[in-house]
């Protein structure tokens, strides 16, 4: 390791043991620095990077403090790396969201409460209405996968999948199905969705899921190599497909 991941790994370890715990704050830089025996500078740069990863946040005027350590502050960048990615990493992540939404979409049948009953009700109606408003469809789909998860009542997964569900490459698919008269297709697997968890079947609920994460997968294997109008990519084949 570098100088800098070992001073990085240093500091997690003072917050693993209970040294430093959620919500502490940091002692003086140069008391710290003399404490792990690292330059000032080498802290600096720790510190930054735990900064960046959410391990730690800078209170301006106050000081350096650990975060809460909750995983949707920890997982958040599990959304920004799978914004970045492109191509047959997409499909990867994709296969992934088809081995855990299923089963994190049974697990919300057996708990969700009538209020996010209704909040999935409403935006599979606004889903309906704005078949053809692709910027609609996918605030909506977003919103209302997100609503699922929230009702498995676990942060950690909820926050997993939340991540894994990227909202720019939900756009690029509905856009695709917009333009092939299939969005219709996608809004009825939704409803079927909705019905498995308003009739609290888990069995059910996993199956429909199941069937509507494959169907986007099977779009993005048919259609990843094309722009959204549907037309070959111009791209040199080695070069990866990137999403428009």
Same mark, same amino acid.
């Given at each position: ?9 240093? +500091?997690?370890?003072?917050?693993? #043991?209970?040294?430093?715990p959620? !919500?502490? *704050?940091? @002692? ?15 802290? =600096? ?14 209170? *301006?005027?106050?000081? %350096? ?7 949707? &502050? ?5 959304? /920004? ?11 990867? +992540? ?12 049974? /697990? ?6 009538? !209020?996010? &009953? ?13 078949? #053809?408003?692709?910027?609609? /469809? ?7 996968? *997100? ?16 991540? +894994?569900a990227?909202?720019? &490459?939900?756009a690029r698919?509905? *856009? ?6 299939a969005?219709? =297709?996608? +809004?009825a ?11 609290? #079947? ?7 899921? /199941?069937?509507h ?6 779009w993005?294997?048919?259609?990843l !190599? =094309?722009?959204?109008?549907? %037309? @070959? ?5 080695h ?6």
């Amino acid at each position: 390791m570098s100088l800098t991941e070992q001073a990085i790994v240093r +500091i997690r370890q003072l917050i693993k #043991d209970g040294t430093l715990p959620p !919500g502490a *704050r940091l @002692p003086p830089e140069q008391d710290l620095a003399a404490e792990l025996g690292l330059s000032r500078n080498l802290l =600096r740069e720790a510190v930054r990077s735990l900064v960046t990863t959410r391990v730690l946040e800078v209170r *301006r005027g106050d000081g %350096t403090y650990v975060t809460s350590l909750k995983p949707e &502050l920890l997982l958040e960048g599990v959304g /920004l790396a799978v914004e970045m990615m492109r191509g047959d990493d997409l499909l990867e +992540i994709t296969e992934v969201r088809r081995l855990f939404e299923p089963v994190a979409t049974a /697990l919300a049948a057996t708990r969700i409460t009538p !209020g996010q &009953l209704a909040e999935l009700e409403r935006h599979l109606d606004a889903m309906i209405t704005a078949q #053809d408003d692709v910027e609609a /469809l996918n605030h909506h789909d977003d919103a209302f996968h *997100r609503a699922v998860f929230e009702a498995t009542g676990n942060t950690s997964l909820c926050a997993l999948l939340g991540g +894994i569900a990227s909202r720019t &490459l939900r756009a690029r698919v509905w *856009r695709g199905l917009v333009e092939e008269n299939a969005a219709g =297709r996608t +809004i009825a697997e939704h409803a079927a969705i909705y019905q498995a968890l308003a009739h609290r #079947d888990a069995a059910l609920a996993q199956a429909t899921a /199941l069937v509507h994460v494959s169907t986007t997968e099977t779009w993005l294997r048919d259609n990843l !190599g =094309r722009t959204p109008s549907g %037309t @070959p990519s111009e791209e040199p084949p080695h070069e990866p497909t990137r999403i428009r």
